[in-house]
Structure formats: structure tokens, C-alpha cells
């Protein structure tokens, strides 16, 4: 089973919402057609956290991404 979108490495919650939903970052937003606006949109496609794809990819941990914190960086 893949990994659902809340641990994808690409999704980012919406925090109004309390990470329930949120948009998927893998590619660019799509054109969007809205009958009250004359000319369409570009938006990130809108899913719920226990959605999943074919291309998940989980989140970085604090331990793969180490932050460096000294003055100029990594010696």
C-alpha cells in the first residue's frame, strides 16, 4: 500500500482546516475554469490527508535534513 497524502512529502496542509486537507505540490497548479470569473485560474490540486497516489514520497525527518546552525555554514 502507498503512503497516504498527510506524509507526503508534497502535500501541504491547510491550516485553517487542522491538516485535514490540503494541496499536492508534485507538479505545477493546474487551470481552473470558474463560471464567475472571466479569465480561468491556476490552483494546486485540493486533497484530504488520508488521500494517497502512485508517487508519495515521505516527509524528511529532522534527521535526514540536519539544519546548520554555526556562522558560514558546514566546515
Known sequence: MTGKCGTCR???PNLKSRSINGECHIRAPQVVADADREEPQTAWPRTLH??????H?????????????TEGGAA
Open 10 to 12: 508534497f502535500w501541504e
Open 50 to 55: 488520508i488521500d494517497w497516489c502512485g508517487e
Open 57 to 69: 514520497e515521505p516527509k524528511p525527518t529532522d534527521i535526514d535534513n540536519p539544519t546548520d546552525t
